[in-house]
């Protein structure tokens, strides 16, 4: 097979994301706060990122084109709550932590807190959480300005195709958050640098119904597993953050357990379908610093 395209898969994808949720406002979104603004907004974005990719652009064109998913990728997220609020159906809401309950014997994200109720643990797992939104694009930029293009590409197409898939479900079946349903932590845990730190992000960036699958940790997991496959050595530098931000989830009353193991799964599955339908087309990077397979 030809090498893949990954701007060009990456462009689409968007794209279609773009379109189908303009469709889903336009139909069912009486409601939606600005729908006609938003509808407007995305058949406007979507049509511009194809004409853009069909233009093969060059200069500043070229790299809105290649860096387009970070700089969207926040935005479409803090619309889910808008959107999911009129269109969705919350009925996971309550199941999931029935599930959960049953699975584990209580609620996860309320008692490791309670059992681990320790400041320098605390504080590392807030600053992975934190990381997360530092690392992805300091990656992803790195391979960029390196020459990396393969390993560059198929992070950013694997991690639209995470976020934006999550995304859609989120819309038509929101889960609010342990954030939003239980008492936030106080202290021995609060009133420190990190914890302080991703709260305030958190009460100002998240979106409510935006809970399963864990978006933090579907990127977190992509990031690791094309690191493993492109740039090992970097790979191992990433297991203590990866790790990190799948803990932190729960531990922080962000996520429920089992949203972070939908993340978790949800990544692996994408990246090895791309693996097999591709049929390992993408180019890998020299042998010393490249991995041969997925980690066991």
Same mark, same amino acid.
């Given at each position: ?125 807030? *600053? ?64 420190? *640098?990190? *914890? ?80 097999? *339908? ?19």
């Amino acid at each position: 097979m030809p090498p893949v395209d990954f701007a060009r898969w990456t462009t689409t994808l968007t794209a279609s994301y773009l379109a189908i949720t303009a469709a889903l406002i336009a139909i069912v979104g009486n409601g939606v706060p600005g729908r006609y603004w938003l509808v407007a907004a995305h058949v406007t974005c979507s049509a511009s990122l194809l004409m853009l990719d069909r233009a093969r652009p060059r200069g500043i064109l070229l790299v809105v084109r290649d860096w387009h998913p970070l700089m969207l990728l926040p935005l479409l997220y803090k619309e889910v709550e808008l959107v999911a609020a009129v269109i969705g159906d919350w009925r996971l809401t309550a199941a999931i932590p029935t599930w959960e309950s049953a699975l584990f014997g209580g609620q996860p994200s309320q008692y490791l807190s309670e059992r681990l109720a320790l400041v320098p643990l605390s504080e590392y797992l807030h *600053f992975c959480y934190a990381a997360y939104v530092i690392v992805i694009p300091s990656v992803a930029a790195y391979w960029y300005v390196s020459g990396r293009r393969a390993a560059f590409g198929e992070l950013l197409l694997m991690l639209s195709a995470v976020m934006l898939g999550s995304y859609l479900f989120f819309i038509v079946l929101p889960v609010d958050s342990p954030y939003y349903l239980s008492p936030h932590l106080g202290p021995p845990l609060s009133g420190h *640098f990190f *914890f302080d730190l991703v709260h305030q992000m958190s009460a100002r960036g998240g979106a409510r119904g935006g809970a399963f699958p864990s978006a933090h940790v579907s990127g977190a997991v992509v990031m690791f597993l094309v690191a493993w496959r492109h740039q090992r050595r970097l790979a191992y530098l990433l297991v203590p953050i990866t790790g990190g931000v799948m803990f932190a989830t729960v531990y922080g009353r962000f996520h429920y357990a089992l949203d972070a193991l939908a993340g978790a799964v949800l990544a692996i599955v994408v990246v090895l379908g791309y693996r097999y *339908f591709s049929g390992g087309s993408g180019q890998k990077q020299p042998a010393h610093d490249a991995a041969i397979s997925l980690p066991a």
